[in-house]
């Protein structure tokens, strides 16, 4: 009767899986239990295959950080089987394997929550914001790793990104600040690390925080190599990392990390996850605001970078082409962001439409290109004499409710990157061609003022970058 109730439970996990993925799921199971099977058993009994700490650790040396390899271990030894007495078995049964598969993969929060609860820590009871927190920077990690060892970076490197390990601390202390205890306080710092959590809590995390739920099935696809070549049903996986083009073979390292593309790819416009394509960067192109302007202007929606002489990054997400005009721009959708030495967004606050502006070679209004506040107090302002800016935010920016980006409330620019995000519009597509008007917003703009027809518009030289690098 037992052995009853226990098939219907996994019958029922099973059956959520689509029959080629019912078949994945078998092989890895096989292939992990292949080697701790006992061979020549007498019966049936004897020779149900389990799966060993060794046999997973065995499988995933390469593709994950042995610590992850432990917390899916213990996530699988966590699942109680009916008529088992829970936690006795050293070794993962098929049921466990599946009911874990099932619920991470395919399970609603509840479902998730009591895996991830062992994940963190082999004992139940309420946890420790320490322990979330390495459980959290272990999951970063590996995601990093995962995807670096499979080669699904898309066109990204750890070669050709800034080092990973502050932007896996950055990540995780973000999505640690969604912590809330159930009298909706949130515990900063070094109280985070000693409250203690329960369930309920942590529940509710998971639910509002989708990025563990993505990251976890990414370390068991990845990892384990098991659902990984079969379509997703949802895009969260599909554009966790967009397809980077322009940075290949240059020889430049981005101010951007893993962690933080990610994490800023996720607040970006659905439509605009798929692909980020470098327009400028001040190492290539040269320190100049009109080579800037000439790399940035009607190249669609994009994402400026910067990096102060302190080593502070942070930046903002314009989400209309950049036109050289002295009005405001853009749409409630841009949002300004910090990657270091913390990393999150801040998003519009309704107060006024200061989203973006850039202007250039004006007597009457400020020159730069600035998100943000309102003229002479930018949340973000780069000056067209180009090194200088500010960050005014006292105590916040109007526009988008952020602090002061920068370490010095002016700074003097040490980098700048330019990134195109989603396809290039309409306007820019006239591929391979630039005109002289493109290479000089002033004269461009002094004509738009006179209300001239721009003669040039035909008369236009090859583009210098086009490459396929996936």
């Not at 078949?23 to 058993?41: E, N, Q, R, V």
């Not at 750890?158 to 306080?185: F, I």
């Not at 692909?275 to 009607?298: P, T, Y």
Request: charged letters at 20%; a negative charge.
């Amino acid at each position: 009767k037992m052995g009853n109730a226990e098939s219907n439970a996994y019958q029922n996990h099973l059956s959520r899986f689509l029959p080629e993925e019912q078949s994945d799921i078998d092989g890895l199971f096989d292939t992990l239990s292949g080697s701790s099977g006992s061979a020549g058993a007498k019966n049936a009994k004897a020779a149900k295959k389990t799966v060993t700490l060794a046999a997973l650790q065995a499988h995933t040396r390469e593709p994950l950080p042995e610590a992850m390899t432990a917390r899916l271990y213990n996530g699988m030894k966590s699942i109680d089987l009916p008529g088992k007495s829970a936690g006795l078995s050293e070794q993962i049964a098929k049921e466990q394997f599946v009911i874990f598969m099932s619920n991470l993969l395919k399970g609603n929060a509840d479902e998730k929550i009591s895996i991830i609860t062992r994940m963190i820590a082999k004992t139940g009871g309420p946890l420790k914001g320490k322990q979330i927190q390495e459980f959290t920077e272990d999951l970063i990690t590996s995601v990093v790793h995962v995807l670096s060892y499979r080669k699904e970076l898309k066109g990204w490197s750890l070669e050709n990104t800034r080092d990973s390990s502050s932007g896996v601390k950055a990540l995780a202390s973000e999505l640690l600040s969604e912590l809330k205890l159930p009298d909706g306080t949130k515990p900063v710092g070094s109280q985070l690390l000693e409250t203690s959590f329960d369930q309920s809590v942590i529940e509710d995390w998971v639910y509002r925080v989708p990025q563990i739920s993505v990251f976890l099935s990414v370390v068991i696809r990845q990892g384990l190599h098991v659902l990984h070549s079969l379509p997703d049903q949802t895009n969260d996986i599909l554009n966790l990392v967009p397809h980077c083009k322009g940075i290949k073979g240059r020889g430049v390292v981005s101010l951007f990390d893993i962690p933080a593309i990610i994490y800023i790819n996720s607040h970006l416009p659905a439509e605009m996850q798929h692909k980020w394509q470098l327009l400028f960067s001040s190492r290539l192109h040269g320190e100049s605001f009109s080579q800037l302007c000439a790399h940035i202007v009607n190249k669609g929606p994009c994402i400026v970078i910067i990096r102060d002489l302190d080593g502070f990054i942070f930046g903002g997400f314009a989400s209309h082409s950049w036109e050289v005009k002295p009005q405001f721009q853009g749409d409630n959708r841009c949002f300004l962001f910090s990657v270091f030495p913390t990393l999150a967004v801040y998003t519009y606050t309704g107060y006024n439409d200061h989203y973006m502006y850039l202007n250039h070679g004006q007597q009457t209004m400020p020159n730069g290109l600035g998100m943000g506040g309102q003229h002479g107090y930018f949340g973000l302002w780069i000056d067209s004499d180009y090194g200088k800016g500010h960050s005014k935010a006292k105590p916040r920016c109007t526009t988008y409710n952020s602090p002061q980006l920068s370490a010095k409330e002016d700074f003097t620019l040490d980098a700048m990157e330019v990134w195109a995000v989603g396809d290039a519009p309409e306007s820019a597509g006239k591929k391979g061609k630039k005109s002289i008007l493109d290479v000089d917003p002033q004269a461009q703009a002094l004509l738009e003022m006179a209300g001239k027809s721009r003669q040039s518009e035909g008369l236009r030289e090859p583009m210098e970058e086009e490459e396929g690098d996936d």
